[in-house]
């Protein structure tokens, strides 16, 4: 009966956005020429946990975010998120898992330069039939941005930029977050804008996987996770977590 209750709450749990590897490997290449960007990686992530995944340029880090996220494959390994088990399918066979579970941030935003703030948020939700287009104004205005709704990218500045990309990835109500070095291209005031916002979606119940080189960042995680040279080195829970709005770097 306990492990029935125990398979059940997993099934649940997994529903909302958690996330399973066990022994996941990827490598780029072969010969001399071979990169193991992921070796043997084992990580367990809760449904609505905040994490940080920390690790120096070339460790892994975006390689880790695009396998659990389907848009790139494992060569080996077992990947269950958000309760599906995407090991060994192809990127181009997940757009449905996508769809129903994944937002992304990326790093320089990607936002479609001809499209407004609003064009750009409404876009995902017509390509995805997630979502309801009516909302845009409500997402943009949730990231600070109700009066920039009509601005092209172009016009905005770089942290506005960012919380757009952000409203996109909301816009689908994904189970979980992949924000990549968020806050990468971001000054202190902006970056700690953007890591707000993304504590206020994990607090919300939706996971949120960031990457990040910045240790200071990775305090307003519940756990943080280390990487080197393709493997995890370590996966903490952090104890206390630091309200986004008092850190500073
Ligand atoms: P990080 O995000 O931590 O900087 P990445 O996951 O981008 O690291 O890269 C991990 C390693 O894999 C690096 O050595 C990188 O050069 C290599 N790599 C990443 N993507 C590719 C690719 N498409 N082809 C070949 N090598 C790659
Ligand atoms: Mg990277």
Request: hydrophobic share 45%; with cysteine.
């Amino acid at each position: 009966m306990p492990t029935h209750q125990q398979a059940s709450a997993t099934a649940t749990d997994h529903a909302r956005g958690g996330i399973t590897l066990r022994g996941v490997c990827k490598t780029y290449g072969a010969g001399e020429a071979a990169v193991h960007a992921l070796t043997d990686i084992d990580l367990d992530i809760a449904p609505g946990e905040l994490v940080a995944v920390l690790g120096a340029s070339g460790s892994g880090k975006t390689t880790l975010l695009n396998v659990v996220g389907g848009i790139e494959a494992a060569d080996s390994g077992s990947i269950v998120v958000a309760g599906q088990d995407i090991s060994g399918s192809h990127p181009a066979s997940l757009g449905g898992f996508r769809r129903a579970h994944v937002g992304f941030v990326f790093q320089f935003f990607n936002l479609i330069s001809t499209l407004t703030a609003r064009e750009n948020v409404e876009v995902i939700m017509e390509l995805t039939g997630r979502g309801d287009r009516r909302k845009a104004p409500e997402l943009l205005a949730a990231v600070g941005l109700s009066d920039r709704a009509e601005h092209f990218p172009a016009q905005l500045s770089g942290g506005q930029q960012q919380r757009v990309s952000i409203a996109r990835a909301l816009a689908t109500d994904p189970n979980l977050l992949l924000a990549d070095e968020p806050t990468g291209a971001l000054d202190v005031a902006t970056g700690r804008g953007v890591l707000g916002l993304l504590q206020q979606t994990s607090r919300a119940g939706r996971g949120v996987v960031m990457v990040t080189h910045n240790e200071v960042a990775a305090k307003i995680a519940d756990r943080v996770v280390r990487m080197r040279d393709g493997r995890v080195v370590s996966s903490d829970v952090n104890a206390e977590p630091a309200d986004a709005a008092t850190i500073r770097w």
